[in-house]
């Protein structure tokens, strides 16, 4: 501890000296850099990364002192009411205090990518891969998350990181993916999290269309619960989606950012406007007038139409380095500033997703979708084949709305009194049998993700370029549109 507190000295504002006379009268030290005296941001954000890491740590050592307590009092309990004598007692506890010391020597040995052996890719995105993985120590089987180092500097996506990484590890919650710890080398920042072998609510979604008032009901409220667990720990997630549900081998919820996609990238996209048909003010004018507006030429798609162009580009938007901006609340893409009840929104969006089978502002082109979000009030419809209940229309409507009025801004407690959800008993929510048990047959199972070859990286590439492409063409002629008005 006190080469801790000698460390932090150094990031200490200095303290001041009296001017002498000679510098008084030249006035050099009404110049003073402040640097001088404040800490640089730099080192600032250092101090506080290693306060955040001696904190994690100690509570850490503590939580291992109290289990290995606990441990021995229940095996003392059990020699107790068991019929056996003191010698054989007291071996019992020896070999136990072996295996602690044993357990404590490999907690403090420092973790690398050559402890585990790697297994089956899991996922792939815009930073690197998630990959089955066995530790080779303790035969124990987890999900190792690897991030291309120089891709999350480039995109500037290591505050995200960092802040996935200091969540994960401060939360210890049911509802949210564990994870067991990290670790770096030149190129790459692993995670070591849980193994859950029931996929992902996207799978689910894909493979069966839409899902019943009932199965929607328990997982729309176990992601409230998961929701709510990182809201109590002053955390927004700010990138729900189905990719991000991940379903144990019970086929129970767990939120986690396992998909690796780059959360979408807002400030590649023009200024959006809440005003009129919502279009960008520089740009209003000319797409009003434009026969080739997605937004107003489009021809309108039946609700099956509409669900399979939408599975049809599912996959590439969620790998995409573009991102998906179909679940992102509209102050976040206005960007006014936002709070926890923008999850509530993205909640919406996926309980709308579940009952209808695609997201209630999906258009072909991105932008086209954010401009949908931002004017939801004349967007927001329920196809007349999607045979919804009005309790479950009304719960929608309620969380896809204005900031003010959105269920939940005052805390979960309003979104759980709705009348959708009487009589769903919260508290045994995860102990219930799910709404789907997913196939599971052994834990190195993965059936339940997609399949991804060792060499397709360079094919995913390909794809999200075109996509990209795609995307930076029709940008480009609609600046070209506005500047000949």
Same mark, same amino acid.
């Given at each position: @501890?006190?080469?801790?507190?000698?460390?932090?000295?150094?990031?200490?504002?200095?303290?001041?000296?009296?001017?002498?006379?000679?510098? @008084?009268?030249?006035?050099?030290?009404?110049?003073?850099?402040?640097?001088?005296?404040?800490?640089?941001? !730099?080192?600032?954000?250092?101090?506080? !990364? +290693?306060?955040?890491?001696?904190?994690?740590?100690?509570?850490?050592?503590?939580?291992?002192?109290?289990?290995?307590?606990?441990?021995?009092?229940?095996?003392?309990?059990?020699?107790?009411?068991?019929?056996?004598?003191?010698?054989?007692?007291?071996?019992?506890?020896?070999?136990?205090?072996?295996?602690?010391?044993?357990?404590?020597?490999?907690?403090?040995?420092?973790?690398?990518? #050559?402890?585990?052996?790697?297994?089956? &890719?899991?996922?792939?995105? +815009?930073?690197? /891969?998630?990959?089955?993985?066995?530790?080779?120590?303790?035969?124990?089987?987890?999900?190792?998350?690897?991030?291309?180092?120089?891709?999350?500097?480039?995109?500037?996506?290591?505050?995200?990181?960092?802040?996935?990484?200091?969540? =994960?590890?401060?939360?210890?919650?049911?509802?949210?993916? *564990?994870?067991?710890?990290?670790?770096?080398?030149?190129?790459?920042?692993?995670?070591?999290?849980?193994?859950?072998?029931?996929?992902?609510?996207?799978? =689910? =979604?894909?493979?069966?269309?839409?899902?019943?008032?009932?199965?929607?009901?328990?997982?729309?409220?176990?992601?409230?619960?998961?929701?709510?667990?990182?809201?109590?720990?002053?955390?927004?997630?700010?990138?729900?989606?189905?990719?991000?549900?991940?379903? #144990?081998?019970?086929?129970?919820?767990?939120?986690?950012?396992?998909?690796?996609?780059?959360?979408?990238?807002?400030?590649?996209?023009?200024?959006?406007?809440?005003?009129?048909?919502?279009?960008?003010?520089?740009?209003?004018?000319?797409?009003?007038?434009?026969?080739?507006?997605?937004?107003?030429?489009?021809?309108?798609?039946?609700?099956?139409?509409?669900?399979?162009?939408?599975?049809?580009?599912?996959?590439?938007?969620?790998?995409?380095?573009?991102?998906?901006?179909?679940?992102?609340?509209?102050?976040?893409?206005? *960007?006014?500033?936002?709070?926890?009840?923008?999850?509530?929104?993205?909640?919406?969006?996926?309980?709308?997703?579940?009952?209808?089978?695609?997201?209630?502002?999906?258009?072909?082109?991105?932008?086209?979708?954010?401009?949908?979000?931002?004017?939801?009030?004349?967007?927001?419809?329920?196809?007349?084949?999607?045979?919804?209940?009005?309790?479950?229309?009304?719960? &929608?409507?309620?969380?896809?709305?204005?900031?003010?009025?959105?269920?939940?801004?005052?805390?979960?407690?309003?979104?759980?009194?709705?009348?959708?959800?009487?009589?769903?008993?919260?508290? %045994?929510?995860?102990?219930?049998?799910?709404?789907? &048990?997913? /196939?599971?047959?052994?834990?190195?199972?993965?059936?339940?993700?997609?399949?991804?070859?060792?060499?397709?990286? %360079?094919?995913?590439?390909?794809?999200? =370029?075109?996509?990209?492409?795609?995307?930076?063409?029709?940008?480009?002629?609609?600046?070209?549109?506005?500047?000949?008005?």
């Amino acid at each position: @501890m006190d080469s801790a507190r000698s460390w932090f000295k150094k990031f200490q504002p200095r303290e001041k000296t009296e001017p002498s006379k000679k510098e @008084m009268e030249s006035g050099k030290d009404a110049h003073k850099s402040v640097n001088d005296e404040v800490p640089s941001d !730099a080192a600032q954000q250092k101090a506080a !990364a +290693a306060k955040q890491y001696i904190e994690n740590h100690y509570k850490s050592q503590m939580k291992c002192l109290q289990d290995r307590k606990e441990r021995r009092w229940i095996v003392e309990r059990k020699l107790a009411d068991a019929e056996v004598s003191k010698e054989e007692q007291m071996d019992v506890l020896k070999y136990l205090e072996q295996q602690e010391t044993e357990y404590m020597r490999l907690q403090r040995h420092k973790m690398g990518v #050559d402890d585990f052996e790697l297994l089956t &890719i899991i996922g792939r995105g +815009a930073f690197g /891969e998630v990959r089955l993985c066995r530790e080779k120590a303790t035969r124990h089987v987890y999900a190792m998350k690897k991030l291309k180092k120089s891709e999350m500097l480039r995109r500037g996506q290591v505050e995200h990181v960092k802040a996935e990484r200091n969540l =994960l590890a401060e939360v210890d919650s049911t509802y949210i993916v *564990k994870l067991y710890c990290s670790f770096q080398d030149d190129d790459f920042l692993y995670l070591i999290m849980e193994y859950l072998p029931g996929g992902d609510m996207m799978t =689910l =979604l894909m493979r069966k269309d839409t899902l019943s008032e009932d199965e929607a009901r328990f997982y729309v409220g176990e992601t409230v619960l998961a929701i709510e667990s990182i809201h109590k720990h002053n955390y927004i997630h700010r990138d729900i989606k189905p990719d991000n549900l991940l379903l #144990d081998r019970d086929g129970h919820i767990k939120l986690s950012d396992f998909g690796l996609c780059k959360p979408l990238d807002c400030s590649s996209f023009p200024n959006l406007s809440e005003n009129d048909h919502g279009v960008e003010r520089n740009f209003k004018s000319s797409l009003e007038s434009s026969s080739h507006s997605n937004l107003h030429s489009a021809p309108k798609r039946t609700q099956q139409e509409q669900l399979m162009h939408w599975q049809k580009n599912r996959r590439m938007l969620a790998y995409s380095t573009v991102g998906t901006p179909d679940y992102i609340a509209p102050e976040v893409l206005l *960007k006014k500033g936002y709070g926890m009840e923008c999850d509530w929104w993205s909640l919406g969006a996926i309980m709308y997703e579940m009952l209808v089978g695609y997201p209630p502002f999906y258009s072909e082109e991105p932008m086209s979708t954010c401009r949908k979000i931002v004017n939801w009030r004349t967007h927001l419809k329920f196809p007349e084949e999607a045979k919804l209940s009005a309790e479950a229309k009304d719960l &929608i409507c309620k969380l896809l709305c204005n900031v003010e009025r959105r269920l939940g801004t005052k805390g979960a407690f309003e979104i759980k009194a709705h009348t959708w959800f009487k009589g769903l008993p919260w508290d %045994r929510l995860y102990e219930m049998e799910a709404a789907f &048990i997913p /196939e599971v047959n052994d834990e190195l199972d993965t059936q339940n993700f997609e399949k991804f070859e060792e060499n397709q990286e %360079r094919g995913n590439k390909q794809e999200e =370029l075109l996509f990209f492409f795609k995307r930076i063409l029709n940008l480009k002629e609609l600046r070209e549109r506005s500047k000949s008005v």
